[in-house]
């Protein structure tokens, strides 16, 4: 049975673009808990199977992949690991989420990726960051957002967080591979995203990072018995 005083999991959900990273990242330090971003590792099991010439089409493929490596991010450095080797640096790039996106469909890698998960954060104390850790992952997290913001927002999120590493990027090429991970994200039949019905809703078009951040934060201190633990 869980402890009465266990520290939270604190799910953080939400489509591409909407700024789940950063936020996540300042609620975890703010309450003292930590962070895990599960979008890094669907970015860095895509790139090690592409890195090892598996058919990211075949289930058989990324079965036997999936069974011998091993994934772990640091809460410590934010780092992201496969098999002992640094992820960290290639993760961010436009093709990283395109495979990650492709493999994430897929049902080997959910369920691998899952159990990870969930032995991540099976003590509490975590914010979890995703697609399905309110619905799936954590079903039962003890507080569960679900971050949105309008497609143009986020796509001119998503185009200042890539300008800054490639002056050259265009933003209609921003804007169709926006929509067409939301198109993935959302119509896959494993996990698609959608928001748990007992998730806290925060539209965040129009709010700063830092406004964002203060709500998350001051729901979590409210609900009784969290401000003792953990802040
Ligand atoms: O959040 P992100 O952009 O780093 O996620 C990369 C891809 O991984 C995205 O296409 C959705 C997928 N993903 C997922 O399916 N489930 C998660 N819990 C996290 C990410």
Known sequence: MRSPKRRPVVAIDGPSGVGKTTVSRLVARRLSLSYIDTGAMYRAVALRAEDDGI??????????????????????????????????????????????????????????????QREAGKNGGVVMEGRDIGTVVFPDAEVKFFLDASPSERTRRRYLELAGKNPSIRLEDVEREMEERDRRDTSRDISPLRRAGDAIYIDTTGLTIEEVVERIVNTVKERPGYGDICC
């Open 55 to 116: 058919d990211l089409t075949s289930d058989s493929e990324l079965e036997r992949f999936c069974k011998r490596v091993d994934v772990c991010f640091d809460t410590e450095s934010g780092r992201i690991f496969v098999d002992g080797e640094d992820y960290t640096d290639r993760i961010r790039s436009p093709r990283a989420g395109e495979l990650a996106s492709m493999v994430s469909a897929r049902k080997p890698v959910r369920e691998f990726l899952v159990g990870v």
